[in-house]
């Protein structure tokens, strides 16, 4: 019985950074495309040189979710999936894996696999992760495939995202987002801060000034959005370590949570965050 959990890249855990003795973790990649150079998010992308290449591009650039078919030979390679998605509201990530969950159950219908949309990305999905790990190796005949997965849902369901980024032009280009107005609009200084919302959705809440503001700004966001007493957090960063170093000790030093995990961001969350850019799932 092979235990398998699969995740769309945007989940900013590296396979390398992912061990266990009894479940295998595979990403299946989301593809950039910068003027004429197509970057895979895989663990061999070099996110500094994509970043390089979006600063010298003039013409519009994009990114494309994986192919149903690209998810059916990952959930191949194990007997009971579990699969992780980017918010539904952001990209059709999570239709391309149920369809290819149809795929695979045609000509292996003794397989199972069952598909979360996180409703977030990046730290929220590392979490899910991580807790199907545990709960898998810890069930490993997997004979509550259907418990698990309920027991996810559930913990999908309780997990916040906010974040901050210096730039918010290739959300609203690419149409994942509504354009800032008014007193958003850019301005020296001004952090934007946002969350998703239940339905995986982004939201503008609210703006801060200087970097001190905006890291009380998002713990006040952490305080205020649910009950923080032995949480498990997790920060992406895009190129931004002192940053997220900073924002950790603020945290740790004003929630009671249990853990702050700090991970770099992998490509597809690169290229929306733009440099600087924080993200914390929690
Ligand atoms: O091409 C595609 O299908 C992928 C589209 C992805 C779009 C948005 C990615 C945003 C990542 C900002 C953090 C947002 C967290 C809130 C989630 C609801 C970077």
Redesign the pocket.
């Known amino acids: 019985m092979i235990w398998n959990i699969v995740s769309d890249s945007?989940c900013d855990l590296r396979m390398s950074q992912f061990s266990s003795e009894s479940v295998r973790f595979e990403t299946v990649p989301?593809r950039i495309q910068v003027g004429e150079r197509e970057f895979v998010d895989n663990d061999e992308l070099d996110v500094p040189v994509m970043l390089a290449a979006m600063a010298e591009e003039k013409s519009a650039s994009?990114?494309?979710?994986p192919s149903p078919g690209a998810f059916a030979r990952a959930f191949e390679r194990g007997d009971k999936t579990i699969c992780f998605t980017?918010?539904a509201?952001?990209?059709?990530?999570y239709n391309a894996a149920v369809m290819g969950r149809e795929m695979l159950l045609e000509e292996h219908p003794e397989k199972e696999v069952c598909i979360i949309d996180s409703?977030?990305?990046?730290g929220a999905m590392v979490l899910l992760i991580r807790k199907a790990q545990e709960l898998m190796e810890a069930d490993p005949e997997g004979t509550d495939f259907e418990g698990i997965c309920a027991k996810l849902r559930i913990y999908q369901a309780a997990l916040r995202?906010c974040?901050t980024?210096e730039s918010f032009d290739n959300?609203i280009k690419?149409g994942?987002m509504r354009p800032l107005v008014g007193t958003l609009l850019h301005s020296l200084g001004i952090h934007v801060l946002?969350?998703?919302?239940p339905q995986?959705?982004?939201q503008v809440s609210g703006k801060a000034r200087g970097e001190a503001k905006t890291y009380k700004g998002l713990v006040d966001i952490m305080r205020e959005s649910k009950d923080c007493a032995g949480v498990e957090v997790v920060i992406s960063h895009c190129e931004n370590q002192t940053g997220a170093i900073k924002l950790k000790e603020r945290i740790l030093a004003e929630l009671p949570v249990k853990s702050v995990e700090i991970l770099s961001c992998r490509g597809?969350?690169s290229?929306?965050?733009m440099e600087k850019?924080l993200?914390i799932g929690y």
């Open positions: 945007s989301l994009s990114t494309a979710c980017i918010s509201n952001l990209s059709g990530t409703k977030s990305t990046a995202t974040f980024l959300l690419n994942r946002a969350v998703a919302s995986g959705t982004i597809l969350t290229f929306y965050a850019g993200i």
